[in-house]
């Protein structure tokens, strides 16, 4: 090495050590990107129970459905939905303002689909009059895009129309929990929304929230244990309370979360409104 070269590395030590000025904030800015990096990965790897969700799973609106019948009683009804349910139409029955029981089933896509199914059910006699239910008529379609508000109120008053009935849907099924899907389902599809058809695919298709932030039209669930399959389902109706088909062949009705037995039971919730 030549002696002006290191003449010129000798005289940059110097400048270093005479100029602490420099080193100082240098050392200080590495210290705070540390500390940045750190607190980074903490945020993101362990967000907590309570972390927030930007996104809430949305159910597809439901289409064009068909609607028949007008009993003066509620079990005429339930006997057409089972009629009904072998053609996998998924089927239910609800009281009509006009004080009737009435059904309604399917899910199609156009007008003119639902019109061909309707009058080849009418050909078979199954039914004998029918009305096609436009989705634009639903609560979801007249709901303002980002405020539930409305629609919410609506679930929640849908699920009151059932209190006191002698919920079943399609009362010959075996599958355990079904009468009380059957009502939540009922319930979104009379407001628009395409819920599924059982407990277990209802817990899987909607955002899952604690229970303290439960707001009125979200679904809540139960199984007999922390090791078993959800197995019931109800609509929340505010201040603690559910509405909900209790088994088979009992009337729906308004049940306290508070009540120790679906305290001990309570599974989860979910919503599917953001």
């Not at 590395?9 to 800015?29: C, E, V």
């Not at 505010?238 to 009992?250: D, F, L, Q, T, Y």
């Amino acid at each position: 090495m030549s002696p002006g070269i290191k003449t010129q590395n000798r005289l940059k030590a110097d400048s270093y050590q005479s100029s602490p000025g420099l080193l100082f904030p240098l050392i200080l800015f590495c210290i705070l990107c540390a500390l940045s990096l750190l607190s980074g990965c903490g945020t993101k790897h362990t967000p907590g129970p309570q972390a927030p969700r930007s996104h809430t799973k949305q159910l597809s609106s439901l289409g064009y459905t068909i609607q028949a019948g007008a009993f003066s009683q509620a079990d005429n009804a339930i006997r057409l939905t089972e009629k009904l349910d072998d053609f996998g139409l998924e089927p239910y029955y609800f009281h009509h303002p006009s004080g009737l029981y009435k059904v309604r089933f399917g899910n199609f896509s156009t007008r003119k689909t639902a019109e061909s199914r309707a009058r080849h059910l009418v050909d078979s006699g199954y039914i004998t009059t029918y009305y096609i239910v436009r989705p634009q008529d639903s609560s979801l379609a007249g709901s303002k895009a980002g405020d539930h508000r409305h629609l919410r109120e609506k679930l929640v008053q849908t699920a009151k129309d059932f209190i006191g009935l002698p919920y079943q849907w399609g009362g010959t099924r075996a599958e355990e929990g079904f009468d009380c899907s059957g009502l939540t389902m009922a319930v979104y599809r009379l407001n628009g929304l395409d819920l599924p058809r059982t407990s277990r695919d209802q817990f899987g298709a909607g955002t899952a929230i604690n229970r303290n932030t439960l707001t009125k039209g979200d679904l809540v669930f139960f199984a007999p244990s922390a090791s078993q399959k959800v197995s019931h389902v109800g609509v929340y109706a505010g201040n603690g309370r559910v509405i909900h088909a209790p088994s088979r062949g009992k009337t729906v009705r308004i049940s306290s979360l508070k009540s120790p037995y679906y305290q001990n039971s309570f599974a989860g919730a979910r919503t599917y409104l953001q």
